[in-house]
């Protein structure tokens, strides 16, 4: 387990105390622990619920499923991602997929409890995903203690993850068979940069992916192919930064495939 998991899976006894301006209590609450972290400031019906916590009850639903990674982002680590890997693989244009779950939570109020189901390219251990709207299992309940009550009961929903990676998978394998020529493929990630869907920087990464392939598998001249290019040097930096903001990155280069696939 990495440092960045430990560190969320450790943040614990979270708390809320009165804010008080000039002796007056402001009805806002700060969102500290038993360390005082201080991880944000809400109304005082919000009810923070720890990383550790919401993994404990996933886990009863998906005792098969091992923590892999995680990701954050905000005042010490106030939004976070636990990502969590399946057991069963599946086959795409020849290709394996794995599935992973991403446990999403905020400390701060800032993105309600739900989870993403994103596959894994194992080839290149590269997560992507497609379809994002059906990819998001939403636990629609506020941070509020009923609400955690009423999480830890629809939490079940994960029986549908596969039902949602099948959807993903669809998709993908559309991009498949939509041809892409090498010069095609550089003239659609440069639109891309000028559109800052991804940066300069990612770019030219991804030009020199789908250019010149490490991997005979990556040989082929297809919108799958050039997808892969673009998320590729976005899951290396992922792996290396740990951020919210990486993944969110993904999701939005997915976004773009995603219309062109089901236009």
């Known amino acids: 387990m990495d440092k960045l998991t430990e560190k969320l899976l450790s ?19 700060v969102i500290t622990d038993d360390k005082g972290e201080l991880y944000g400031v809400m ?32 005042m010490n680590n106030s939004k976070g991602i636990i990502t969590m890997e399946l057991p069963d693989t599946f086959d795409v244009g020849g290709q394996t997929i794995k599935t992973y779950v991403n446990l999403i939570n905020s400390l701060d109020g800032s993105f309600p409890i739900g989870l993403i189901v994103s596959p894994l390219r194992v080839s290149c251990v590269n997560q992507f995903v497609l379809l994002r709207k059906q990819a998001f299992i939403e636990i629609r309940q506020k941070h509020t203690r009923n609400g ?31 041809p892409c020529t090498t010069a095609k493929g550089i003239e659609f990630i440069d639109k891309l940069i000028k559109e800052k869907i991804v940066t300069k920087k990612i770019g030219e990464e991804a030009k020199s992916l789908f250019e010149n392939p490490i991997r005979p598998e990556d040989e082929g001249r297809n919108h799958f192919i050039l997808f892969n290019a673009l998320t590729e040097p976005l899951n290396i930096k992922l792996r290396e930064k740990h951020k919210l903001t990486n993944f969110n990155q993904i999701q939005n280069v997915g976004d773009v495939f995603t219309e062109l696939a089901v236009a």
């Open 11 to 29: 943040i614990k006894n979270l708390r809320t105390e009165e804010l008080h301006w000039n002796g007056i209590d402001t009805r806002k609450r």
């Open 43 to 74: 109304g005082r019906t919000y009810h923070p619920i720890g990383y550790g916590e919401l993994y404990a009850h996933v886990s009863e639903w998906m005792p098969e499923a091992k923590i892999v990674s995680s990701a954050s982002g905000g």
């Open 148 to 178: 955690f009550t009423a999480f830890t009961k629809e939490v079940r929903i994960v029986n549908e993850v596969y039902n949602l990676l099948k959807g993903q998978l669809e998709v993908a394998q559309k991009l498949i068979d939509m």
